[in-house]
C-alpha cells in the first residue's frame, strides 16, 4: 500500500507545471497608454482628397488577465481640413470622433501590426444644390490597421489605413472615405528587463 502512495503522488508531482525561470525576463509597469499624433491624407468619396490632424489614444489591457493580452481600446479624432486635391471645393471639410477596439500583435520587440475597429460621428461640411444645406453630421463605422515601428525607447512610428462607412446618407448613399495616417506615439507604459 505504502509503494502505491509513493507512486501515485510521483505521478501526481509529474503532472503538475514546471517553471524553468524563477524570474520573468521582462516586466511591464506604468500606465498602459498610448498617445500619438499624426498627419492623414484622405479619399473624401465626396469631391477629392483632403489632409489634416489626427490625434489617438490607446488603452492596453497588457497587464491583465493573459485572455486579454494584445487588446485595447482606441481613441481616434481627425481633422480633414488642409491640402485640397483640386477638384475639391473650398469649404469641403470632415471630422470624426471614433472609439473602438484594437488588437496589437505584440510577439515581435520592435514592430507590432494592429487592426481596428471603430466607431463614431462624423461632421462634414460641403457644397449643396441647396443654399441652406451645407453641413450633415452622421454615424460613422470604420475597420482599418498597419504598423507600430519602435523608434526609440517608448517613442512609436504609425502607418495606418482606415476605411470608413458613412452611414444613410443622401438618401440611402453611404459615404466611404478612407485614407492614410503616418504620426508618432509615446508609450507610456515601461517595459523593464531582468
Known sequence: ????????????????????????????????????????????????????????????????PSFLQGFGIEVEGRDLNYGRSSGAPKNLRQDTLEAGAIYTWRHYRNIHPYGKFIAGLGSIDFQHITPTYSHDTRTVWASGGGVEYRAWQHVWVRGDYEYQFWTDFFNHHALNPNGVTVGVAYDFGHIHAH
Not at 503532472?15 to 525576463?25: D, G, H, I, M, R
Not at 511591464?28 to 489632409?51: I, M
Request: proline fraction near 5%.
Open 1 to 64: 500500500m505504502h509503494g502505491k502512495l509513493v507512486l501515485a503522488t510521483l505521478f501526481l508531482a509529474a503532472t503538475l507545471p514546471a517553471s524553468a525561470q524563477v524570474t520573468p525576463s521582462s516586466q511591464q509597469s506604468g500606465v498602459p497608454l498610448v498617445v500619438g499624433v499624426g498627419f492623414s491624407n484622405f479619399n473624401t468619396d465626396w469631391s477629392g482628397r483632403l489632409s489634416g490632424a489626427t490625434l489617438w489614444a490607446d488603452w492596453n489591457f497588457n497587464q491583465g
